[in-house]
């Protein structure tokens, strides 16, 4: 059996909305393995996107565990957790989130140069990058000059170029079309197989499942059905 | 990091010249409003600043400036000149005159009288005072308040006063009258104008006594050189305290004539109270747009802050794009504020650069800069970074 990278247990996570109270996770378990591509799936507000908050440290939750590559996120602390997902995870955002003031070599080097990385590596490690998801042309193109199908290879350029160990993929074909959509889920398909990472793809695109090793289906809070 | 700060500064043309905008203006504002009043403090003080030579001045005790004054004993003069160390004293004379012009219009006047031997005081040529029954007039600053009709018919016309006469400026040879007695116009000079505008009226002490014959004391300051073994100021010390009378340097007199502006004049008072105005309205706005700038990019610092980016990183980069606005900006700002006040302090507008103007200008952006850069940093720092995925 492959090795655990990710690991929740119980996960709670209720937010207040005025004087009401939503339970987003309501007892969330689950593990991630090595070389993993995981999709978790369910209707909108299920949960999914809170828990992959969680998950990468990006939002603290009230009860379980969570460790991630053998470490607890519980316990870290904002500006260790802000490190250590700087060294270990890539993330692909649904809006891209590009910095529009940057062309696209730069922010594929956005994660090398926040990690102090001296600029002329950090820019040839990013064209390396760039040329993976075929882009090797268009690197000074800043991203209103990109189609949405470029600008999420970017994002995945950018995810990929510090060779993170866990990746977070939110509604990652959401904005492009069936075409575009594939290419990207090839691609990060292909470049986790290179890579050995793992991946956890955010989506309720149903063309894309074929990508899955496995379907973890939410809702209200809850994991429903685990799919292989 | 800092690279990506001035990208994302830059990135937005209209924003970046709409910031720049208005941290120019804002310095633009305090600089130009400050040299504005410093150049009208200045034209308070112009009678120490026409008198370089007078390196102490000597005046009643009560005295607190150049605009307020009383006069003297007579023999006040030959006291400070017996005090060691004096190596020169001239006497000042400042009183009010109203002349009467050839059409039948009057016009007060300042007058300055100067020491009939030295006319010391006098603006060039004092020559001329020497002329019987001369005076040299000065605008001071005002406009078009020296006149003369153009036709001799209708000066000192037998048949009453021509007030709706064409009119000239007066020059050499034009007649007044003051208290009944003739004076003649010997020349007119172009002094440093004063705040608050009058005309000036220099006239020789023999002349000032036959024009007010009635005052008992007749002298207002003593001007006073020391001699070269001694400073200014320790002259001005040893005169206070053998004559008894007030004895201070002519900067220390520039200083309190300002201050004495600052608390008496409510001109002033107003003034000062419009400049902080227009520093509150230039530093809020200012204010305000930096900190709309950074809100407006929080969702960038939370893509950064969750790729890794620390707080440090993210504090710097926001400094950094405050820092560049507040550089260039109260850069450009005091820069067009030298320029257009040079541009009117030619047509005699009250403009001085003191060192302060610009530098309150700076600083005042700088401390506003940095303000709004700290205030909108509280939203960077409070915000969970999950809301990358809400984006």
């Known amino acids: ?211 899955a090793n496995r379907i973890v289906h939410m809702e209200d809070g809850k994991i429903t059905k685990v799919a292989l | 990091m800092f690279r990506v700060a001035i990208e994302m500064l830059l990135h937005d043309k209209t924003k970046y010249l709409g910031l720049l905008i208005g941290v120019a203006f804002t310095a633009f504002l305090v600089s130009f409003a400050m040299s504005y009043f410093a150049g009208f403090m200045t034209r308070g003080f112009a009678l120490v600043s026409e008198n370089p030579s007078a390196k102490v001045w000597v005046m009643d005790s009560a005295v607190s400036s150049a605009e307020a004054t009383i006069n003297m004993s007579n023999s006040s003069l030959g006291i400070v000149k017996g005090v060691k160390g004096v190596e020169y004293a001239s006497p000042l004379y400042l009183g009010d005159m109203t002349a009467r012009y050839a059409n039948g219009h009057f016009q007060s006047f300042q007058a300055i009288g100067v020491d009939d031997a030295t006319l010391s005081g006098a603006p060039k040529p004092a020559n001329l005072l020497r002329i019987p029954n001369s005076v040299i007039i000065d605008s001071g600053g005002t406009d078009g308040k020296l006149q003369t009709p153009i036709h001799k018919k209708d000066m000192w016309a037998y048949n009453g006063s021509h007030l709706n006469a064409a009119t000239r400026e007066l020059r050499y040879g034009d007649e007044m009258l003051i208290n009944s007695k003739r004076v003649v116009v010997a020349g007119v000079s172009h002094t440093i104008p004063r705040f608050p505008p009058r005309p000036l009226l220099y006239i020789s002490t023999s002349n000032f006594k036959r024009l007010i014959p009635g005052e008992k004391r007749y002298i207002t300051f003593i001007m006073v050189r020391p001699a070269k073994n001694i400073s200014p100021q320790k002259l001005a010390k040893r005169i206070s305290k053998e004559t008894g009378l007030k004895a201070i340097t002519s900067n220390a007199f520039k200083k309190e004539t300002v201050m004495w502006y600052l608390i008496n004049s409510e001109d002033v008072g107003d003034m000062v109270n419009m400049v902080v105005l227009a520093m509150l309205v230039g530093f809020g706005v200012t204010g305000v747009m930096l900190y709309m700038f950074t809100y407006e990019n929080i969702k960038q610092y939370a893509v950064l802050k969750a790729m890794g980016a620390s707080i440090k990183q993210l504090t710097d980069m926001i400094y950094t794009q405050v820092f560049i606005m507040a550089v260039v900006g109260s850069g450009i700002g005091v820069g067009i504020s030298a320029l257009f006040g040079e541009a009117i302090s030619s047509a005699s507008f009250p403009f001085r650069i003191m060192w302060f103007a610009p530098f309150i200008g700076f600083l005042g952006v700088f401390i506003v800069s940095i303000t709004a850069a700290f205030i909108s940093l509280r939203p960077i720092k409070t915000m969970e970074s999950g809301i990358v995925f809400k984006l």
């Not at chain 1, 059996?1 to 689950?30: P, R, Y």
């Not at chain 1, 996107?49 to 607890?72: A, I, M, Q, R």
């Not at chain 1, 003031?101 to 140069?113: E, G, K, Q, R, Y």
């Not at chain 1, 800043?142 to 994002?155: C, D, F, I, N, Y």
């Open chain 1, 1 to 211: 059996m492959s090795k655990i990278i990710a690991s929740c247990k119980d996960i709670v996570k209720t937010f207040n909305a005025g004087e009401a109270e939503v339970k987003a996770l309501q007892g969330i378990t689950l593990d991630v393995y090595e070389n993993e591509l995981l999709m978790l799936v369910g209707p909108s507000g299920c949960g999914k996107t809170t828990f992959v908050s969680v998950l990468s440290g990006l939002l603290h939750f009230e009860g379980g565990s969570c460790e991630l590559l053998e470490k607890n996120i519980a316990t870290m602390d904002d500006a260790t957790l802000t490190a250590f997902r700087g060294e270990n995870i890539g993330f692909v955002f649904q809006a891209f989130n590009l910095l529009p003031s940057l062309s696209a070599i730069d922010n594929v080097a956005l994660p090398l140069t926040i990690k102090g990385v001296q600029r002329a590596k950090s820019l040839t490690r990013a064209q390396e990058m760039l040329n993976a998801v075929g882009l090797n042309a268009k690197e000074h193109i800043k991203p209103s000059g990109l189609s949405g199908g470029e600008q999420q290879r970017v994002a995945i350029a950018r995810a990929l170029v510090h060779n993170p160990k866990f990746i977070i993929c939110d509604e990652p074909t959401s904005s492009l079309d069936h075409k575009s959509g594939q290419i990207v889920m090839e691609l990060l398909t292909k470049i986790i197989q290179e890579k050995g990472a793992s991946m956890i793809v955010v989506t309720h695109d149903n063309r894309i499942y074929k990508y």
